[in-house]
């Protein structure tokens, strides 16, 4: 299964960002059944971790900006890369740019993205998300940003195909998501 396919299917990414024990936070994440892990490159040892972790889940480069991240991640085994702004990466395997603006959205998505990333996404909720998806219902939407076990049912009811969370929050928005599926 693509990466794409599961992220739609799972409807959920547990974002590892600089946690106090990367492998710790992976693992109790896959261990509760969690299946696509984003790791950020801004993480101490990233690479390495993708590595480690690219046979227990489906793993995505995150904060990939330049096109040397791309090549380092998708070296280390990421099977999709993900960006915190709009931006174009020429790889082997999937990128999902972050747009927040319907210009932005409508760029990333006729620029060939298979989902686009809504981010900050609860800068103004999932009102805002409904209103995008309005004139732009054939995108998809995987928002992230602010993303909490209170909210993450309301973004996706509003027709975000997925959602993030970091670390911090990812166990108990997994089983938000999980219960409202």
């Not at 059944?33 to 690219?54: F, H, K, M, S, Y």
């Amino acid at each position: 299964m693509s990466a794409i396919e599961r992220i739609r299917q799972e409807r959920f990414v547990a974002i590892l960002r600089s946690p106090p024990d990367l492998d710790e936070a992976a693992e109790e994440l896959v261990g509760a059944g969690v299946g696509v892990l984003e790791i950020t490159l801004d993480t101490p040892g990233a690479l390495e971790a993708i590595r480690r972790w690219r046979t227990r889940a489906t793993v995505l480069a995150g904060t990939v900006r330049t096109q040397a991240d791309a090549d380092a991640a998708v070296a280390a085994g990421a099977a999709a890369l993900v960006s915190p702004a709009l931006v174009f990466l020429e790889h082997n395997v999937p990128h999902v740019p972050a747009a927040f603006t319907p210009t932005e959205v409508e760029t990333a998505w006729r620029g060939g993205a298979p989902l686009v990333k809504l981010f900050p996404g609860a800068a103004l909720g999932p009102s805002y998300l409904r209103s995008l998806l309005t004139p732009l219902a054939d995108v998809p939407l995987f928002v992230t940003g602010g993303i909490s076990a209170e909210n993450a049912a309301a973004f996706l009811d509003a027709g975000a195909v997925a959602v993030g969370a970091d670390s911090s929050r990812a166990l108990s928005v997994w089983e938000a998501v999980k219960v409202g599926a």
